[in-house]
């Protein structure tokens, strides 16, 4: 028996809006009191994702609404390219200067690109969110072994769920018959916010003085 998962989708969809400009918002506050660049970066980077959950939930709409049935293709690559911009910001918030200093580094950022050159538009935003995530993991695991900050772990563990999720709805691209695939997407990807929301309030209000390596 096929199950039905559209109505939780969309539900989860305006959960991720939610969540995601929640943090943005609590981010800027935190800007203006600390004019940290880690912040301000943050801000960017969530209002992003919370406008690829928009996007998406119009992707869903779309089904019984003849105008957005009529460019879901276009809404998809639109909510696709919001949401890996938004990775590329939460991911290297904490990397960017290094990256700039290191020719190193900024050949790991190439190489999935080469990697993956003639495949198709969706796909390609698909992988390039996951690297972008997965570089960000690394760096942030990488990080909690010297600081060995609590925050620092929660982010590392908000971005491997993010690293999953996205992995999922690569999947979903290439699986469309499989329904489960696109929930299982939203639910990790919400984990992992939620999740990445709590060092972001707690230096936002004052009771850490780091947020780690975001």
Do not use: C
Not at 67 to 92: H, N, P, Q, W
Not at 163 to 173: D, E, P, R, Y
């Amino acid at each position: 028996m096929v199950t039905d998962t559209a109505p939780i989708e969309e539900i989860l969809q305006f959960i991720g809006v939610f969540v995601s400009f929640s943090i943005a918002y609590v981010s800027f506050k935190g800007v203006r009191r600390t004019e940290s660049p880690a912040l301000m970066r943050l801000t960017t980077a969530f209002v992003f994702l919370g406008l690829g959950f928009v996007v998406e939930g119009l992707v869903g709409l779309g089904v019984s609404i003849p105008f957005l049935s009529s460019i879901t293709a276009t809404l998809v690559i639109l909510g696709l390219v919001l949401e890996t911009t938004g990775y590329f910001f939460l991911a290297f918030s904490h990397a960017i200067d290094v990256m700039l200093s290191k020719k190193l580094a900024l050949g790991f950022l190439i190489f999935p690109v080469l990697a993956i050159n003639g495949s198709e538009l969706s796909d390609l935003l698909s992988i390039l969110s996951f690297y972008f995530v997965l570089y960000g993991v690394v760096e942030t695991f990488y990080s909690y072994r010297t600081s060995r900050n609590p925050n620092t772990l929660l982010i590392a563990g908000g971005l491997s769920l993010l690293a999953v999720g996205i992995f999922a709805q690569w999947l979903s691209l290439l699986y469309i018959s499989v329904n489960l695939l696109p929930l299982v997407e939203i639910l990790l990807k919400e984990m992992g916010l939620m999740l990445l929301f709590v060092p972001v309030l707690s230096y936002t209000f004052g009771r850490e003085k780091t947020i780690g390596p975001v």
